[in-house]
């Protein structure tokens, strides 16, 4: 029996250009490998670019603060002074950042004068000049004291230059399952600065990444350090004064927070192995196919059927996510094309069979459970897939231990659909 196929839902408002998915080109020479750190059992692209180009080519991945995009700003608002567009906090929110800064530095070892002098001297005011200074330099002749890199403002980045050569064109923050934010408004003149600074400025603080400092996972993959990396930035800090009025001061960012993408261990695997773009480090030393494959098998016992089924899925052009169907109680969404573009189509559970289908499932279900799945699945417009992974009765656990066992698994796909009894009434009365 043949499921009938439907087509996907367009998305009404969509601001963003589709790319070609990863890799563009098959020359050597084109391009080169993206690189990620394995820490703490989650896969993490450090690097500002590969993170864009990750993403924005195939819609791998989510940012480690953001629900779809990794686009996360230290404030949503932003304004222009004296020259500069700066975000936007107010004093309340300024102060819980250096509580923040002040539980960071107890945490490494220093004493409470210490730590008290520290915030001290970020928590005070800065000239403009001292801010155009660290932002990129200021050039005498140049209209305003501003040179032309600052005028691109890279902001989170207190090295010298401003702006990385780099920077990826300007796109609009997405919401959930990759959408466009209802609050998102249309580009406005002048508006391109603001949305790349806010891009720029990339900020780092999450307890589930404490990366070593001493490590390099911020640096480019080659033999040169990266001189964009994000550094501490600056805040326009408003505070409401009964007397004065609102009183607008720069500052530092006591924190820095950077924004990284995380990789499911099945998008990092399809990068590696089938793509051959991605080399995952662990402990500064860059994994083998082989290496990663058994170190993501000891991660998920049942990582060969879900890599499978999401291999079987992105060679057949759909962008599996993994992310959203926790939400809806199955393994993967699919979408066509990206998130931004449409509704996912889709909502898929994997099981392992053999080749009789009989197996103990990884998700086992009852009528009862599987009726209520398929109800769910119906109400957010969306069609329930069963993915078989069929293993052949001889295939052994020696040959598991070796993604070459990927050419001998099968995959078939059974669509759930729910049977309505006054449906099937009334289309048996046009009958």
Known sequence: MQAEFRAPRR???????????????????????????????????CHPDHIQKIHNQGYFGKGILSRARPDHSVSDQWEQHEGLFLPTISQCRYEELLRWAGSALFAQ???????????LGLSQPMGMEDVRREMGGEEPGVEGGVSPHTKRLRLGSAVEGG??????????????????????????????????????????????TNLDPSSDQDSDPGPDPDPWAPGPGFVLVVSDSEVCGRIREVRRTPVSLNEYLQLSLEEAFFLVYSLGCLSVYLHQEPLSIIQLWRKFRS????????????????????????????????????????????????????????????????????????????????????ELMLCYIIYPADLSEAELDSPVCLSRLKVQEVIVSRWVSSRERAEQDDI
């Open 11 to 45: 998305r009404t408002r969509v601001q963003e250009e589709y790319e070609a998915p990863l890799p563009v080109s098959r020359i050597p020479e084109d391009w080169t490998p993206f690189r990620a750190q394995l820490l703490n059992q989650h896969v993490l692209v």
């Open 109 to 119: 070892g220093l004493d409470k004068e210490a730590v008290n002098q520290t915030l």
């Open 163 to 208: 702006v990385s050569p780099h920077t990826e064109r300007l796109r609009p923050r997405s919401e959930v399952e990759g959408g466009v934010s209802p609050h998102t408004e249309r580009l406005q003149p002048g508006s391109e600065v603001k949305l790349e600074a806010k891009r720029s400025c990339r900020l780092d603080l999450n307890p589930d």
């Open 299 to 382: 991660l998920r016992p049942d990582f060969v059927s879900s890599f499978a089924a999401y291999q079987h899925f992105r060679s057949r052009g759909w962008v599996p996510k993994g992310g959203g169907g926790a939400k809806y109680g199955v393994d993967l969404m699919l979408y066509r094309k990206g998130p931004p573009f449409y509704h996912a189509s889709y909502s898929v559970v994997i099981e392992r069979a053999d080749d009789a289908f009989r197996g103990s499932g990884l998700r086992p279900f009852s009528w009862r459970s599987l009726a209520a799945l398929s109800r769910i699945t119906s109400n957010v417009s969306k």
